[in-house]
């Protein structure tokens, strides 16, 4: 049993009160948020704040509801220019007493992914970084951004184009032949 906090965030569950809601309210200083940054990859962390509760859920489980709110800056996945995106969501953690992780080493994910396993402790804090983790554009791209098309060849050849290379256009102009027959 451990009876250190594995974090200054972290909630003792056995010290939490049965009969009224435990709040708690994130906003981590900018030595933090360069932390949590370099942990996601981003080039930047502006704002963040994670709000909300924990509460009892039955004898021993445990509900948190929160609000995720922050500012983050990616690269654009064409151009490589910062691309600024606003994150504002809520989150929902049910942690359960009787949580049982599936034995296979393939398994069916379950419908239901706001579930985790009740341990002695709670750490808001890292249930904000993974929610912030999961609510990431995965291909942040600037407004303005466009792929331009290129050809590359050897010279004296005619270049592949993108319409050369989509597996039925062959069948597409086969079929135009045939309607021009007949």
């Known amino acids: 049993m451990s009876a250190r906090s594995p974090s200054d965030t972290a909630l003792r569950v056995s010290a939490l009160s049965a009969a009224t809601p435990t709040t708690f309210a994130l906003r981590p200083d900018k030595t933090k948020l360069e932390e949590i940054a370099a942990q996601l990859d981003l ?22 509801t929160a609000r995720l709110g922050a500012t983050v800056v990616q690269p654009c996945v064409v151009t490589l220019d910062p691309v600024t995106t606003r994150i504002d969501q809520n989150v929902q953690r049910l942690f359960l007493s009787d949580y049982n992780e599936p034995d296979e080493t393939e398994a069916e994910m379950p419908q239901d992914d706001t579930s985790e396993p009740l341990g002695q402790w709670i750490d808001p804090f890292a249930v904000m970084v993974e929610a912030l983790a999961l609510a990431l554009p995965e291909y942040p791209r600037a407004s303005d951004a466009t792929l331009e098309e290129r050809q590359f060849t050897e010279p004296g050849k005619a270049p592949m184009t993108d319409e050369d290379a989509r597996p039925f256009a062959g069948l597409a102009a086969l079929k135009e032949n045939l309607k021009r027959d007949e």
């Open 43 to 64: 080039s930047g962390l502006r704002k963040l704040s994670f709000e909300g509760q924990l509460q009892p859920q039955g004898k021993r489980d445990w509900l948190m």
